[in-house]
């Protein structure tokens, strides 16, 4: 007998924001490329959900050691980005910088003498797998919610 575990992806992708919405207007009368730099406000962090599995880093080397995703384990505030889009002839053009995360499960489970395995345990993880990912919009109003 011997204990093996398997870790994969749950549910969807989620869009965390990092900073404010800005903003540009396209006042030509074809559709432009418009950049857009903003500060970083805000610091994600990949974390675990309900009861710990151990250190984060441990959680994370057993999803990439059995997923094909990459997980940081933070991300910082203040720092500058950019975003460059297109934006449609006199429309305002929004975007936003976040990250995305995914939901993890981990299990643990023990291969028995008759060739059966018995699952032991399981953890979730939020793990950032996207750490600079950008929410957009246009409109010809004076905002609108940025989508991933």
Excluded at 2 to 28: C, I, L
Excluded at 100 to 117: A, D, P, V
Aim: proline share 3%; charged share 25%; aromatic share 10%.
């Amino acid at each position: 007998m011997f204990t093996f575990y398997t870790a994969h992806p749950y549910g969807k992708t989620k869009f965390k924001s990092r900073g404010p919405v800005v903003g540009k207007y396209n006042s030509s009368s074809s559709s432009s490329w418009l950049t857009r730099t903003v500060k970083t406000t805000k610091s994600r962090s990949t974390t675990w959900i309900g009861e710990a599995g151990g250190s984060l880093d441990w959680g994370i080397g057993k999803i990439e050691a059995k997923t094909s995703y990459e997980v940081s384990k933070k991300v910082s505030s203040g720092v500058t980005v950019t975003n460059r889009m297109r934006v449609d002839a006199k429309k305002r053009g929004f975007t936003q910088p976040g990250v995305l995360y995914r939901k993890f499960e981990i299990e643990k489970h023990r291969q028995n003498g008759n060739c059966s395995t018995t699952s032991l345990k399981s953890w979730y993880m939020n793990g950032i797998v996207a750490k600079l990912h950008f929410a957009e919009c246009q409109t010809k109003r004076q905002s609108c919610k940025p989508k991933p």
